[in-house]
């Protein structure tokens, strides 16, 4: 549905990746409410609790493995940018300038 009136669209991602550190059930809960599948790892400690509790400690939570890998390559791609001085510190004041300094540095990688 278009946005009346003035002001930035909203948007929602169809799909977000996340690390062990946002495996919380309230972020998953929030997820699950707004309509967004997600892929994170559920913490070892998190899962013998729910095993635990046996039938009253729920399902186990899905996750894709091969969505999950695709997350690193993406973060380790970040990484290696951010080893470019100017990318990291983001001297430049307009988003073009930057953006052209993130493109020499990602051709240069």
């Not at 997600?38 to 509790?53: A, F, V």
């Not at 970040?78 to 993130?102: D, P, Q, S």
């Amino acid at each position: 549905m278009p946005r009346i009136g003035v002001g930035r669209p909203r948007t929602r991602p169809d799909h977000v990746l996340a690390d062990k550190a946002y495996t919380s059930r309230k972020n998953r809960r929030y997820l699950r409410r707004r309509g967004i599948r997600h892929t994170i790892p559920e913490r070892l400690d998190q899962q013998r609790h729910r095993k635990n509790r046996g039938s009253r400690g729920g399902r186990p939570t899905s996750f894709d493995n091969e969505r999950y890998k695709k997350r690193n390559t993406v973060e380790r791609a970040i990484n290696r940018l951010k080893g470019f001085r100017a990318v990291a510190t983001r001297y430049e004041k307009r988003a073009y300038i930057y953006l052209g300094t993130v493109t020499l540095a990602a051709l240069v990688i």
